[in-house]
Nanobody
Framework: QVQLVESGGGLVQAGGSLRLSCAAS????????MGWYRQAPGKQRELVAL??????????NYADSVKGRFTISRDYAKNTVYLQMNSVKPEDTAVYYC??????????????WGKGTLVTVSS
């Protein structure tokens, strides 16, 4: 069994910074991609940032709304993905979910979600 556990959410003032972490644990053979999504009240869940392993290295994808402010990174040894959030805005307020495309040693490929961590940006 594999699980994702997020941490680092909380209350931050507009213009401030916050770092989210998501650690994958369990029967992991490999992780092809890890990313962050968010869902604000009354809105659909949307992609924030994604880091994907490819033959030549990694691909990074960001939502236009966070480009230049948020940075995604991954610690491969720890099976952990981070989201550094700088210059946050009130519209960044949402529940942030970690997502991972995992190949497990027991059940093959799986698409996993964390339980979410709340980020609240005050103006």
């Amino acid at each position: 069994q594999v699980q994702l556990v997020e941490s680092g959410g909380g209350l931050v003032q507009a213009g401030g910074s916050l770092r989210l972490s998501c650690a994958a644990s369990g029967s992991i053979f490999s992780i092809n991609a890890m990313g962050w999504y968010r869902q604000a009240p009354g809105k659909q869940r949307e992609l924030v940032a994604l880091i994907t392993s490819v033959t030549s290295g990694v691909n990074l994808n960001y939502a236009d709304s966070v480009k230049g402010r948020f940075t995604i990174s991954r610690d491969y040894a720890k099976n952990t993905v981070y989201l550094q959030m700088n210059s946050v805005k009130p519209e960044d307020t949402a529940v942030y979910y970690c997502n991972a495309a995992v190949v497990t040693t027991t059940s093959g490929p799986m698409n996993l979600w964390g339980k979410g961590t709340l980020v609240t940006v005050s103006s």
